[in-house]
């Protein structure tokens, strides 16, 4: 969720100001999404910030980064890939209530998130084995599981 000035910001862009980038990604629903890019100033430093529209998105993706020489298409497409593992891990935190974990021994934990990665890699294989599963997460499916089934 941005906060208003930024949104304020991209909504005060004319349309011009925006250039269509075309991703190189053929299984990827928005191709051709509409990006504005400049520089910005942060705490004395000076990053590359990209306005990114048409992802498939209610509001803007605000993308800042340091690295100057990547295209903005391969940002775009490096963004999209973290976003998938982020949001993979975060499927298997709710599917298997990993935010329940704590332990004063820091090693646990890490050994605790490894094995969900493996299980988490195995549940992926079984559902790809049995129809109907392949597609993977449902989150409205998700999100009435964990309310109906809270932790003790």
Not at 31 to 47: K, M, N, Y
Not at 54 to 67: A, M, R, Y
Request: net charge positive; with cysteine.
């Amino acid at each position: 969720m941005c906060s208003p000035a930024p949104l304020k910001e991209i909504a005060l862009l004319p349309r011009s100001a925006w250039r269509t980038v075309e991703l190189d990604v053929p299984t990827r629903k928005y191709r051709t999404p509409r990006v504005f890019e400049q520089s910005t100033r942060i705490e004395g430093q000076t990053f590359r910030q990209l306005f990114i529209q048409d992802l498939g998105h209610d509001e803007p993706t605000i993308l800042l980064t340091n690295d100057r020489r990547t295209s903005v298409a391969a940002l775009i497409t490096r963004y999209a890939r973290r976003m998938l593992i982020e949001n993979a891990l975060s499927d298997a935190v709710r599917f298997f209530h990993m935010n329940a974990l704590s332990s004063a021994v820091g090693l646990k934990v890490d050994f605790d998130m490894a094995l969900l990665v493996i299980a988490g890699g195995l549940y992926r294989l079984l559902a790809r084995q049995m129809r109907g599963y392949a597609d993977g997460y449902d989150p409205n499916l998700a999100r009435v599981r964990s309310e109906s089934c809270p932790l003790p």
